[in-house]
């Protein structure tokens, strides 16, 4: 779930103070299952962690889900019972469990408390979702949830090398959204160390018709979260009116050759 926080710094120089910005972090809500592909069906777990992947932490704050479910086969199931606490150090975060017996896929997918950035001035509002396919059936993967802003994806979200590329359309109700942002960062287990800032969050931005595409170059598992401006605001903590960023996120797994 990425929201980005902007921070300053001071910095002298002769009688001049001279303010520059660091770069934005862009925090994400991961929703990751213990497989993409249940070769033979059986039991998923999924963790619920609100964190910056590529940075790998620290772990923040996530209250618990406003809403967590799973459609598969075209049926909808509420999974917000299944949620069980599962704390990292001071933050709390989630995990549950579903069992998926039948072939097909299954979309999960949560939404957060709505949480306010004071930064930006805005509450922001991300929804997530991940393709889990049981049986690796092929089937059903573009099945959407129905939520205010969704990625519904072009390229099949399971399976896929490292190197393939992954399409999809941002929507907003039944529209696409034109030239929608969209961030992208890699859950980093440490193998990695980026050169600068600017590797962490790769930034890309959707066509006219509301599509894009990225290659995903590393194993492992890719957020990819479309930021759009709601069409009501929310009442912040502070008691006034402030615009909402609601977002699109989805999560993609990419397999290494010979794994």
Same mark, same amino acid.
């Given at each position: 779930?990425?929201?980005?926080?902007?921070?300053?710094?001071?910095?002298?120089?002769?009688?001049?103070?001279?303010?520059? =910005?660091?770069?934005?972090?862009?925090?994400?809500?991961?929703?990751?299952? *213990?497989?993409?592909?249940?070769? !033979?069906?059986?039991?998923?777990?999924?963790?619920?962690t609100?964190t910056?992947?590529? !940075?790998?932490g $620290?772990?923040?704050?996530?209250?618990?889900p406003?809403?967590?479910?799973? /459609?598969?086969?075209?049926?909808?199931?509420?999974?917000? =019972?299944?949620?069980?606490?599962?704390?990292?150090? @001071?933050?709390?975060?989630?995990?549950?469990?579903?069992?998926?017996?039948?072939?097909?896929?299954?979309?999960?997918?949560a939404?957060?408390?709505p949480?306010?950035?004071?930064?930006?001035?805005?509450?922001?509002?991300?929804?997530?979702?991940? /393709?889990?396919?049981?049986?690796? *059936?092929?089937?059903?993967? @573009?099945?959407?949830i129905g939520?205010p802003?969704?990625?519904?994806?072009?390229?099949? $979200?399971?399976?896929?090398?490292?190197?393939?590329?992954?399409s999809g359309?941002?929507?907003?109700?039944?529209?696409?959204?034109?030239?929608?942002?969209?961030? /992208? !960062?890699?859950?980093?287990?440490?193998?990695l *160390?980026? $050169?600068?800032?600017?590797?962490?969050?790769?930034?890309?931005?959707? @066509?006219?018709?509301?599509?894009?595409s990225?290659?995903?170059?590393?194993?492992g598992?890719?957020?990819?979260?479309?930021?759009?401006?709601?069409?009501?605001?929310?009442?912040?903590?502070?008691?006034?009116? /402030? $615009?909402?960023?609601?977002?699109?996120?989805?999560?993609?797994?990419?397999?290494?050759?010979?794994?």
């Open positions: 779930m990425p929201l980005r926080v902007a921070r300053t710094f001071a910095l002298g120089c002769l009688p001049a103070l001279w303010l520059a =910005a660091a770069p934005a972090q862009a925090h994400f809500l991961e929703l990751l299952p *213990s497989a993409d592909v249940l070769p !033979e069906g059986g039991r998923v777990t999924l963790d619920l609100f910056h992947p590529f !940075e790998g $620290p772990v923040m704050q996530l209250d618990r406003a809403a967590v479910g799973m /459609v598969a086969g075209g049926v909808a199931t509420d999974l917000s =019972a299944a949620l069980a606490e599962a704390p990292q150090g @001071d933050a709390m975060a989630w995990t549950l469990r579903a069992d998926l017996p039948e072939p097909g896929a299954a979309v999960f997918w939404t957060p408390q949480y306010w950035e004071p930064a930006e001035g805005k509450m922001i509002v991300h929804h997530a979702k991940v /393709v889990v396919d049981s049986w690796a *059936s092929g089937e059903g993967w @573009d099945q959407m939520l802003v969704e990625i519904r994806p072009l390229t099949r $979200p399971t399976g896929l090398w490292a190197g393939n590329l992954f359309v941002v929507m907003k109700g039944d529209a696409p959204v034109p030239f929608a942002e969209i961030e /992208v !960062e890699w859950v980093n287990e440490g193998s *160390s980026a $050169p600068n800032d600017a590797f962490v969050t790769q930034v890309i931005t959707a @066509d006219a018709n509301g599509t894009f990225y290659a995903m170059p590393l194993a598992w890719w957020g990819f979260a479309a930021l759009t401006e709601a069409d009501a605001p929310m009442t912040a903590p502070t008691g006034e009116q /402030v $615009p909402v960023e609601e977002g699109a996120l989805i999560w993609v797994h990419a397999t290494a050759p010979g794994r």
